[in-house]
């Protein structure tokens, strides 16, 4: 288990030395070992520097030129903080060329000044594990940006690539990636088209890769770090020109036999107790926190999995392999959240109760019971805590303990249990099958009623603000809900457009009146469940039917990709699906690197649909869903845990 490092405080900020002005450093104490190649040969001649990162500037720590042998050896200054330090290459000569080439610049995170390896390599593999991982965070050739992400975003580079061989890392080759998914073939298939350009193995090798590199309305990149951050910030762009610079013979492989769908980077994690993930939160160090549980069907078969899953930011499982499962833990599904102490609030939608977890997996709330808010506790899904650390669930139907409960909220004033209130609206539509719950910018809380067909808004005191007419703006059977920093509501609508049964995305303004357009149906949709807004606020859909991530783009058409404009897709047609790593998602969610993380909620429909004679899902293997996938670099980042709409870290 990785230890955070003293530099961070407890808001998750570091101090690292280029924030640091004026601060005295040590002498060139340390010492750095390692070697510049192009595939297999050594670049010689080449400068390399290495930096610390830094949440304002890049300082700058040593440097040397790399010998005959690509060889380099810098003694380097301790930086002010401890922090992640790096190291570029720029320009030399591979092995066999006859001339420089200054379109060669490599990268290679390191991480901790006290954790690095003896000796790294700079190539093609470390660029691109260095450059996908930190897409967020690189300015140029510096790594800049909030300190939990730097953190977080180098531990990452090594999921990806050994830094010490410069060859692919063991968790993208292990067995649940490896030939099961099309990271490392993806990964290869980028450094072959590097390499292409780096040792000049045709005169306009590195020229055809920045012209595809080039979104529309971008300078051209000039060397192989830009040209790959480029492809890195646009996976759907160009891909089939990228994937025609892909040379006859490769020093990296196996690769794609066709081209991807885009060229997204993405990771599955399957342990910590994941199985059938249904909702994932992040907390204020970038740990995942997800529920497992089915969300299809209104049975739960007895042994279905229902503990809560912990893993680090990159992928460690935190958590014991069967999950946390105490606090009256008992089929969770789509309720959780974390509240501003790192505390976790899980609703129970079998057991039809609350539990309350600390930061390391610790129940608080009552063993084999949970919360049952004085017996109102119903079938629980969306949970959310609010500005003043209320704690607001949604009751979404009855359960086996309170047959009476459901179509209500709960609110747990200030985090307390004990003083729960409830929230009902009986002769009325107000609350329909209500399933999840968001916060705008005013603290009024946001519900779906997927039964209804419509959204509510409620004030602090249980006041109905808003009630929206069935049907407007084409929510359909609707899902997930998410705010963004204007106070616009997104609405994912399983069924889509007047139950079409082809998914859609309505927007609404902060008034509740239908936007223009609205409701989204492109980018492949076809049955969106979870959404989230990022720190740029674009808009991400996990589309359960379609098994799929797509981006829409947001209400700031400034933040869109050059041509399009709010509800248009900026995935590819039918979305990014991980390289063949999603399965049926209900959950997404961005951490402070820019990752997405979505949940592989249901694996094969048709074996879900099985059941045994009380009703109840027979078990099976091929029902539920397999981890959880993480996307790197993909979104801009947004602080967590998140209480209401989106803020940048």
Known sequence: MKIRPLYLNAAGIVLLAAAV???????????????????????????????AAGTI???????????????????????????????????????????????????????EVGGR??????????????????????????????????????????????????????????????SRTGASASVNALGNIVHSCAVLSAADSCERLFTSATPPGWDAPSNTLAALHNIA????????????????????????????????????????????????????????WATNGLMLGPEYCPGESSGVTKLSPDGFPLSPPYGFTGGG?????????????????IGNSRGGSVSLLTPDGTPLSPEGTGFRANGNTGRVEGTAVDYDGNVWLVNNAPSAECPGCGNSLILFPGGYPENAVTFAYPGTDTLDGPFDIALDLEGDLWVTNSA??????????????????????????????????????????????????????????????????????????????GIAVDGRDNVWVADF???????????????????????DAISPPGGYDGGGALQHITSVAIDQAGNVWVANNVNDLEACAKTSESGCRQASTECGGDGVVVFFGLAAPVEAPLIGPPRQP
């Open 21 to 51: 002005a004026g601060c005295e450093t040590g002498g060139s104490d340390l010492t750095l070992k390692g070697r510049v190649i192009a595939g297999e040969e050594p670049v010689s001649g080449s400068s390399v520097t290495i930096y």
């Open 57 to 111: 500037i890049a300082e700058s720590l040593g440097g040397d030129t790399t010998d005959s042998e690509g060889n380099f050896s810098i003694k380097f200054r301790r930086p002010a903080e401890s922090g992640i330090i790096y190291a570029v290459a720029r320009g030399g000569t591979p092995r066999g060329n006859t001339s420089p080439n200054d379109a060669l610049v490599f990268l290679t995170v390191i991480g």
């Open 117 to 178: 390896p003896d000796s790294v390599t700079l190539n093609e593999l470390t660029t691109i594990a260095s450059v996908w991982t930190n897409a967020q965070l690189l300015k140029g050739s510096a790594i800049i940006g909030n300190g939990t992400g730097i953190y977080n975003a180098a531990g990452n580079v090594e999921n990806l690539v050994n830094i010490e061989t410069g060859r692919l890392g063991a968790v993208i080759e292990n067995e649940v990636n490896g």
């Open 233 to 288: 910030l646009n996976p759907s762009v160009n891909v089939n020109e990228i994937f025609s610079l892909l040379p006859g013979s490769e020093p990296y492989f196996p690769v794609p036999d066709s081209p991807p769908r885009a060229w997204t980077i993405a990771l599955k994690y399957t342990d910590g107790g994941l199985d059938a993930p249904g909702a994932v939160a992040v907390d204020a160090d970038g740990n995942v």
């Open 329 to 345: 833990i008992d089929g969770s599904v789509s309720g959780i959240a974390v509240d501003q102490t790192g505390n976790v609030w």
């Open 452 to 529: 209804g067909n419509t959204v509510t808004s409620i004030d602090p005191l249980g006041n109905v603000v808003y009630q929206s007419l069935p049907g407007l703006g084409g929510i359909g059977e609707p899902r997930g809900i998410a705010i963004d920093s204007i106070g616009n509501v997104w609405i994912a609508n399983h069924s889509g457009i007047e139950g079409s049964g082809t998914g859609s995305v309505t927007l609404l303004d902060p008034y509740g009146e239908n936007a223009p357009g609205s409701a989204f149906a492109g980018g492949g949709l076809q049955g969106p469940w």
């Open 545 to 567: 039917n379609g098994g799929a991530l797509v981006n829409l783009c947001g209400a700031r058409d400034e933040n869109c990709p050059q041509g399009l404009s709010t509800g």
